[in-house]
């Protein structure tokens, strides 16, 4: 009898959860409807609901009465920021289900390590990476996807233009480190407008942002010291 009861204890708390999950969904997409909602999932703490909007967590009630926005859920005997493991969780990418072909594949040494770069030709910080960072790593193949953000209005076309370089890899190199576009017009077809919603769906918004191999997201042009521990 008491396993009986436990189990229909159990039946009961996980569909009374799924329910809440399901009504506060229903509450903010009528009331938020230009949000994009990727999961929600009730807390351990009280009737705190979990809610992920893609590079953020957000936390209301069920009945969605509050919203507690840019708050930091910290585990107060620990001291750790239970929001930013969450989200570091929460964010991580399928690295090898990325579109590889849409990105520009450059192998040094051995090539075993992997990272992939969303990248804006335009972005001083991007070629603060590229400079200090990503020009002395080794053994290792980085795709670099071009993601021109709509702040800077000639990154689309100069991305079009390196990809339609016959050497992708120099031209990207010559751009970002001499300021040296190639010549040619940019009319051939390439995959800018793939990366634009490839990074629309992955929630990147800003650049850079470095995917690592075990699909860790970090964003920001880490010194190269940084960069190489992640990767080890």
């Known amino acids: 009898m008491i396993k009986i009861s436990l189990i229909i204890l159990l039946i009961f708390i996980n569909f ?43 936390y209301s009630d069920e009945s969605f009465s509050f919203l507690i ?90 991305s079009k233009k390196i990809w339609c370089a016959k050497n992708k890899v120099d031209a990207w190199s010559n751009y970002m480190i001499k300021n040296s576009l190639p010549e040619n017009d940019g009319s051939c077809n390439t995959p800018v407008e793939a990366n634009l919603e490839l990074a629309r769906k992955l929630g990147i918004s800003s650049t850079p942002t470095i995917i690592m191999a075990d699909g860790k997201r970090i964003e920001g042009a880490l010194p190269y010291e940084e960069i190489a521990k992640f990767i080890k």
């Open 16 to 58: 009374s959860t799924e329910a809440g999950e399901k009504e506060l969904r229903e509450i903010i997409e009528k009331t938020y409807p230009e949000l994009t909602i990727k999961s929600i999932q009730k807390t351990q703490y009280n009737d705190l609901y979990e809610i992920y909007i893609g590079g953020q967590i957000i």
């Open 69 to 158: 926005v840019e708050g930091r859920v910290v585990d107060p005997k620990t001291k750790v920021d239970l929001t930013t493991a969450r989200l570091e969780e929460l964010n991580k990418v399928d690295f090898n289900s990325l579109p590889f072909k849409n990105a520009i594949k450059e192998v040094r040494g051995d090539g075993s390590r992997r990272i992939a770069v969303f990248s804006d030709v335009d972005c001083p910080f991007c070629r603060k990476l590229e400079k200090e960072t990503i020009t002395k790593l080794t053994d290792i193949t980085i795709y670099t996807f071009l993601y021109p953000l709509a702040i800077h209005p000639d990154a689309k076309e100069k």
